[in-house]
């Protein structure tokens, strides 16, 4: 037996959708699930979904759990507040039951996509722990995937977990902009993304930003080296090299800028000297934020500049993988006395370097407060909620304002860490023995 009806869509999922109206468009496979088992009183699974490249159409086959009823629901941006739904009884034989999937398919778990950039720095090992452990502590299924800072990689990974059916995508990019056809795909399978820490570059595919302030991390360190120098009060002249980090990550322009903000006064008017002449951001950048690539460059302007005991007064770092090159190249090569050095992250190596005068001080960006946003953010999407965000206008993408939370950094150096790292239990003194 056949029947066709339509039904409205209910409250919630108006909210729902409304929530990520520009760009998940395209109802989510859980909504229109949650739809069809309220309207038959059954539970059912998804035995298939076919979604128009351009997200104008979709359809949705469910079989109920009992194996009596296939329904197949469709959709259209025509009318995006129906659904036609299309019901056909089926047979079932003894011990037959056609819902039961080639792969076991927990229909009430709802998955969330993790993709973060490399296991190769602290930090992002921390961020994917900690979201892990937070969305699966509040119910929730978890992809979580590393991409080895191979950006094809990335793609393919993100395309896999959209293929095999995740509800909401949080994805720290290796290049913002290079996720492109993964995040249409995403698009059109109504599936919201965000953005964690990076920023996605040149889409409306993205629905949210979840990040530390980043200007303001730049800003820290620059801020941290003005103090130790004394410069408001005009001191100098004072030697000073800068290192930030990859060309491809969008963070290190805004860390750049933060940091250049403080700075670019004191270099024009003489108090602060860029002794080897590379302050632009192409020639202070490194790739992929490499501790070796730091160190390369930092051994060859020691050794064109610094090779006759000239003193380097302050080495801006962005962040830790970057100092702790430019600290051994300074432990390998250089004459003068200990220069004044920043960082992010509060890494343990890092940190150790803090407490035997290797490094001033890093930006703590506390990756428990970021994930657990994250997480926030998830729910808030998952249950249709308003989305907490505190800024719209700062992260202009290249194609639209994407909503944004910021997290506040602060300063770590040998007098708070105690106070900041340890009794916040973020690391134990023995951490960092
Ligand atoms: C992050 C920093 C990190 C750097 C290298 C940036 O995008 O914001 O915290 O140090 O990547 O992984």
């Known amino acids: 037996m056949k029947k066709v009806f339509a039904i409205i869509l209910s409250i919630s999922m108006i909210m729902g959708l409304a929530a990520c109206a520009k ?38 086959v469910f079989i109920s759990d ?84 191979d950006v094809v990689n990335q793609l393919e990974q993100v395309e896999s977990m959209i293929d095999s059916g995740c509800d909401v995508l949080v994805i720290a990019a290796i290049e913002g902009s290079s996720l492109g056809e993964a ?62 980090g990859d060309p491809g990550d969008n963070n290190a322009m805004f860390y750049y800028e933060g940091a250049m903000d403080v700075l670019n006064p004191y270099i024009e008017n003489g108090q602060l000297v860029v002794v080897s002449g590379q302050v632009d951001f ?17 051994e060859q302007i020691i050794e064109l500049c610094y090779s006759d005991g000239t003193q380097i007064d302050a080495w801006l770092c962005s962040n830790d993988s970057t100092a702790l090159g430019v600290e051994n190249a300074l432990a390998a090569d250089y004459l003068g006395s200990y220069p004044i050095i920043t960082g992010q992250d509060c890494d343990i190596a890092n940190m150790k370097n803090i407490l035997v005068g290797k490094q001033d001080m890093s930006v703590f960006k506390d990756t428990r407060i970021l994930a657990a946003q994250a997480v926030t953010m998830v729910d808030q999407i998952c249950s249709g909620q308003t989305v907490d965000v505190n800024d719209t206008s700062t992260y202009n993408n290249g194609t639209i304002n994407v909503p944004a939370f910021l997290c506040e950094p602060c300063v770590v150096d040998v007098n708070n860490y105690i106070e900041i790292l340890i009794d916040s239990g973020y690391y134990t003194e023995a951490d960092l023995g």
């Open 23 to 60: 760009r998940a468009e395209v109802p989510s496979k859980r909504d229109v699930q949650k739809e069809v088992e309220k309207e038959y009183d059954m539970d059912f699974d998804l035995e298939s979904k076919d979604i128009a490249d351009d997200g104008s159409e979709a359809e949705w």
């Open 282 to 298: 192409d020639e202070v950048a490194t790739a992929n934020w490499s501790t070796e690539n730091s160190q390369i460059r930092a």
């Open 66 to 149: 009992d194996g009596s009823l296939q329904v197949t629901v469709s959709w259209s941006a025509k009318d995006p507040d129906e659904f036609e739904f299309d019901e056909e009884e089926l047979a079932v034989l003894p011990g037959d039951n056609p819902a039961a999937p080639p792969v076991s398919y927990d229909s009430d778990a709802i998955v969330i996509g993790v993709s973060m950039p490399t296991k190769d720095l602290q930090r992002w090992n921390q961020d994917g722990d900690y979201i892990e452990n937070a969305l699966e502590a509040a119910g929730y299924e978890v992809d979580l995937q590393y991409a080895a800072n």
């Open 183 to 244: 995040l249409d795909m995403a698009k059109a399978n109504g599936i919201p993304v965000i953005a964690y820490d990076r920023l996605l570059w040149n889409t409306d595919a993205v629905s949210y930003y979840v990040t530390f302030d980043q200007y303001m991390t730049g800003q820290l360190q620059a801020q941290y080296i003005e103090k130790a120098l004394d410069l408001s009060s005009g001191a100098g002249p004072f030697n000073i090299e800068i290192t930030t």
